[in-house]
């Protein structure tokens, strides 16, 4: 079964950068790919909302190749 490896990048208030990454069933279509990369988007940001305001600014989720991901994580 193929994968899909997402890099989720947080900037902090204090510019350090927290990375981690989350690894999906890999879709067939184009429009399952988007529609897979804002549910992942969207998890991130509800998950978020629950820290204090102004924790941080910027949030990336970036589609990477599976084996960038450690082998651990899979």
């Keep these: 079964m193929s994968k899909s490896a997402y890099e989720i990048a947080i900037c902090n208030h204090d510019q350090t950068t927290s990375i981690t990454y989350a690894v999906y069933p890999k879709c067939k279509t184009r ?3 988007d529609r897979q990369h804002e549910r992942v ?3 991130c940001v509800e998950a978020l909302r629950d820290l204090p ?3 941080w600014r910027r949030l990336t989720v970036t589609r990477v190749p599976v084996e960038q991901v450690a082998q651990g994580s899979l």
């Design 41 to 43: 988007t969207n998890l």
């Design 53 to 55: 305001a102004g924790f």
């Design 31 to 33: 429009k399952g790919m």
